[in-house]
């Protein structure tokens, strides 16, 4: 009897994932059918094992069942080991649960299909990770500041999460979570949740997320943490090591709360705090909610690099409050975030350095077209979303999503477009959108009252059409467009660089200045420069990036400084364009190779497989 049980819902799994296949999902990229069911919680009982690189235990999942008929549940997974499912029956009790993991797929990972005889409210499965899981990097002592104890993190965006947790995952899905995780002693285990600073985890540290995210911002970190506060409702979390440098840079976290309050709204996550990573953390920033997760790469000294803060605080209202309901609609996180990064930096150190801040990153915006495919130039495509392949550059719907923003408050006034961008938050928190819900809302709540801002044609032209439109206003920073003549000057040779006045100027001004030199100044003028302020040394490492750039392409030899930075930084943005210039200099292809092959070890495994592509090319 039991075996036919068993065949009987084997055989309606194969019968779910064969009618699946043929269906459209809305996101391309999950195989979760959340038309059917839709996970409204998540609650995680883990143990971290470090000696194995794995995390094991169970996630246990409750449904909230949209379709009556459904009759499987399907999830998310990425070289889990399943050892087994329960299904919580009515009466109470836990059963056994027949299940299958479909074939891997090299981008989506595996599918998880449970036979439900009933519509369970909850399920839990039972696995553990694998040490090569894509979301977390486990770093040894030696990786580490204090080179004592281990530490491990994950980064959940996009689709990582699947990796180290099996679940629905998709923007277009949120839910609550609590966890219980046991971690070595001595180590502190940290959360996209509250977090309980007075925490020793005996029995396991606890965390709660009384908020509803989607999968990608769900993350955690184990290893030799401390906590400082920064204000009533904000701390900065980092290794010992770091926490003073770090709390020193990070002063100003509740002025910038309470600034994008007064433009956008309550902040409504109740804390704001970070966690500096190791260096090898591949990017700028993560907007995890209640814990965001941050480069050292931002600690300059000075505070000169705390935009990149504001940008992820920001995320709080744009991405974290309203998500964007699939990857394809990416630029409703990211373009919104940073038009929403830039009025609160304005609002905090002034309309002079938002608008150097706004024309460099327009500036960059400009020179990245030249390496994008015109049909990836827009915000979003008219393609039906069925596959990632289809869609835009994922770095310049940054600038050009900020772009759009900034067009409709010039031409609307701010007062109104303020009043209007608050309403697009207030009413959609929590939710996932999509592009045409934001088109929708804009007609509705702006355009027909002001039809004059912005025809249907002009719109269309910004969502969907390459580069960045004839129409778009340019900012021009005064203070800039001095020191462009005086760069040209220097460039020509008619102004000495012992007679630049760049000791006053600030991390923007050497960001633009550099940015114009890459590939025009010639070696012995950087050597000048160098010696002159010190930039192959520079503790801020958006300046020494592109002090590098150009010096390898011009020549110049930074390879003593250049070896420290690639050795001890691994964020994506510096390391892969560095090691591109390096493969492309006949004179450093050797060098490179010798340097990567020691550094390789200290990168996280999205920036190893980007740098590997490199050195795969002929």
Same mark, same amino acid.
């Given at each position: 009897?039991?075996?036919?049980?068993?065949?009987?819902?084997?055989?309606?799994?194969?019968? @779910?994932?064969?009618?699946?296949?043929? +269906?459209?999902? @809305?996101?391309?990229?999950?195989? &979760?059918?959340?038309?059917? *069911?839709?996970?409204?919680?998540?609650?995680?009982?883990? %143990?971290?094992?470090? !000696?194995?690189?794995?995390?094991?235990?169970?996630?246990?999942?409750?449904?909230?069942?949209?379709?009556?008929?459904?009759?499987?549940?399907?999830?998310? /997974?990425?070289?889990?080991?399943?050892?087994?499912?329960?299904?919580?029956?009515? $009466?109470?009790?836990?059963?056994?649960?027949?299940? =299958?993991?479909?074939?891997?797929?090299?981008? %989506?990972?595996?599918? +998880?299909? #449970? &036979?439900?005889?009933?519509?369970?409210?909850?399920?839990?499965?039972?696995?553990?990770?694998?040490?090569?899981?894509?979301?977390?990097?486990?770093?040894?002592?030696?990786?580490?500041?204090?080179?004592?104890?281990?530490?491990?993190?994950?980064? !959940?965006?996009?689709?990582?999460?699947?990796?180290?947790?099996?679940?629905?995952?998709?923007?277009?899905?949120?839910?609550?979570?609590?966890?219980?995780?046991?971690?070595?002693?001595?180590?502190?285990?940290?959360?996209?949740?509250?977090?309980?600073?007075?925490?020793?985890?005996?029995?396991?540290?606890?965390?709660? =997320?009384?908020?509803?995210?989607? $999968?990608?911002?769900?993350?955690?970190?184990?290893?030799?943490?401390?906590?400082?506060?920064?204000?009533?409702?904000?701390?900065?979390?980092?290794?010992?090591?770091?926490?003073?440098?770090?709390?020193?840079?990070?002063?100003?976290?509740?002025?910038?709360?309470?600034?994008?309050?007064?433009?956008?709204?309550?902040?409504?996550?109740?804390?704001?705090?970070?966690? *500096?990573?190791?260096?090898?953390?591949?990017?700028?920033?993560?907007?995890?909610?209640?814990? /965001?997760?941050?480069?050292?790469?931002?600690?300059?000294?000075?505070? !000169?690099?705390?935009?990149?803060?504001?940008?992820?605080?920001?995320?709080?209202?744009?991405?974290?409050?309203?998500?964007?309901? /699939?990857?394809?609609?990416?630029?409703?996180?990211?373009?919104?975030?940073?038009? *929403?990064?830039?009025?609160?930096?304005?609002?905090?150190?002034?309309?002079?350095?938002?608008? =150097?801040?706004?024309?460099?990153?327009?500036?960059?915006?400009?020179?990245?077209? @030249?390496? #994008?495919?015109? @049909?990836?130039?827009? +915000?979003?495509?008219?393609?039906?979303?069925?596959?990632? &392949?289809?869609?835009?550059?994922?770095?310049?719907?940054?600038? %050009?999503?900020?772009?759009?923003?900034?067009?409709?408050?010039?031409?609307?006034?701010?007062? *109104?477009?303020?009043?209007?961008?608050?309403?697009?938050?207030?009413?959609?928190?929590?939710?996932?959108?999509?592009?045409?819900?934001?088109?929708?809302?804009?007609?509705?709540?702006?355009?027909?009252?002001?039809?004059?801002?912005?025809?249907?044609?002009?719109?269309?032209?910004?969502?969907?059409?390459?580069?960045?439109?004839?129409?778009?206003?340019?900012?021009?920073?005064?203070?800039?467009?001095?020191?462009?003549?005086?760069?040209?000057?220097?460039?020509?040779?008619?102004?000495?660089?012992?007679?630049?006045?760049?000791?006053?100027?600030?991390?923007?001004?050497?960001?633009?200045?550099?940015?114009?030199?890459?590939?025009?100044? /010639?070696?012995?003028?950087?050597?000048?420069?160098?010696?002159?302020?010190?930039?192959?040394? !520079?503790?801020?490492?958006?300046?020494?990036?592109?002090?590098?750039?150009?010096?390898?392409? &011009?020549?110049?030899?930074?390879?003593?400084?250049?070896?420290?930075?690639?050795?001890?930084?691994?964020?994506?943005?510096?390391?892969?364009?560095?090691?591109?210039?390096?493969?492309?200099?006949?004179?450093?292809?050797?060098?490179?190779?010798?340097?990567?092959?020691?550094?390789?070890?200290?990168?996280?495994?999205?920036?190893?497989?980007?740098?590997?592509?490199?050195?795969?090319?002929?």
């Amino acid at each position: 009897m039991q075996l036919k049980k068993t065949l009987k819902s084997l055989a309606a799994l194969l019968l @779910a994932a064969g009618t699946s296949l043929g +269906l459209a999902h @809305a996101d391309p990229l999950s195989y &979760a059918r959340y038309d059917q *069911v839709r996970t409204s919680d998540l609650h995680l009982d883990l %143990k971290a094992d470090f !000696s194995r690189h794995i995390l094991s235990g169970y996630a246990e999942l409750t449904l909230n069942w949209l379709d009556k008929s459904a009759s499987s549940l399907v999830l998310d /997974t990425s070289e889990l080991n399943i050892a087994r499912v329960q299904l919580l029956h009515p $009466s109470g009790r836990w059963q056994a649960a027949s299940y =299958m993991l479909d074939k891997p797929d090299a981008e %989506k990972g595996r599918a +998880l299909r #449970i &036979a439900v005889p009933f519509q369970p409210q909850k399920v839990r499965i039972y696995y553990r990770t694998a040490p090569s899981a894509t979301a977390l990097q486990w770093m040894s002592p030696q990786q580490t500041m204090s080179g004592k104890r281990p530490l491990m993190f994950s980064q !959940s965006e996009s689709i990582n999460a699947r990796s180290w947790v099996p679940l629905q995952d998709t923007p277009a899905v949120r839910f609550t979570y609590s966890a219980r995780i046991a971690a070595p002693e001595g180590l502190r285990v940290v959360m996209s949740a509250a977090n309980d600073q007075q925490s020793h985890g005996v029995g396991g540290w606890k965390f709660s =997320m009384a908020q509803p995210i989607p $999968s990608y911002l769900l993350a955690i970190a184990i290893g030799e943490i401390e906590v400082r506060n920064l204000g009533p409702r904000s701390a900065v979390y980092a290794e010992p090591a770091r926490i003073d440098a770090a709390a020193y840079e990070l002063a100003d976290t509740e002025k910038m709360i309470s600034a994008a309050e007064e433009l956008y709204g309550p902040y409504r996550w109740e804390r704001y705090d970070m966690l *500096v990573l190791p260096p090898s953390f591949p990017i700028g920033g993560m907007e995890n909610p209640r814990l /965001t997760f941050v480069t050292p790469t931002m600690i300059a000294g000075d505070r !000169s690099l705390v935009d990149l803060i504001a940008h992820e605080l920001a995320h709080s209202w744009s991405g974290n409050l309203v998500t964007n309901a /699939t990857w394809k609609h990416f630029w409703l996180n990211e373009g919104f975030t940073n038009y *929403v990064t830039t009025r609160v930096v304005e609002k905090l150190y002034g309309e002079e350095v938002a608008q =150097m801040n706004l024309q460099v990153e327009q500036e960059e915006a400009m020179a990245s077209l @030249a390496a #994008i495919p015109p @049909a990836k130039q827009a +915000l979003v495509t008219r393609d039906a979303d069925t596959a990632a &392949a289809t869609y835009t550059d994922t770095e310049l719907v940054y600038p %050009k999503g900020a772009w759009l923003l900034r067009t409709l408050e010039q031409r609307a006034g701010r007062s *109104v477009f303020d009043a209007f961008l608050r309403g697009w938050f207030d009413q959609h928190a929590f939710q996932s959108v999509r592009t045409e819900d934001f088109v929708s809302y804009l007609k509705t709540h702006l355009l027909a009252a002001h039809p004059e801002v912005m025809s249907v044609a002009e719109l269309d032209e910004w969502l969907y059409g390459a580069g960045i439109p004839a129409s778009a206003r340019h900012e021009a920073s005064p203070r800039l467009a001095t020191l462009d003549t005086q760069r040209s000057a220097w460039l020509q040779g008619t102004l000495a660089t012992a007679d630049l006045p760049a000791q006053g100027w600030i991390a923007l001004e050497w960001m633009h200045f550099l940015n114009d030199i890459d590939g025009k100044a /010639t070696a012995s003028q950087l050597q000048e420069l160098d010696q002159r302020f010190g930039l192959a040394k !520079s503790g801020n490492n958006e300046i020494a990036y592109r002090f590098y750039l150009s010096s390898i392409k &011009a020549g110049y030899n930074v390879r003593a400084p250049l070896q420290t930075f690639l050795l001890n930084v691994g964020r994506q943005k510096f390391v892969v364009p560095l090691y591109a210039a390096l493969l492309n200099h006949p004179a450093e292809r050797a060098w490179a190779k010798t340097l990567y092959a020691q550094a390789r070890q200290h990168y996280h495994p999205v920036t190893q497989s980007s740098v590997d592509k490199l050195f795969k090319k002929p």
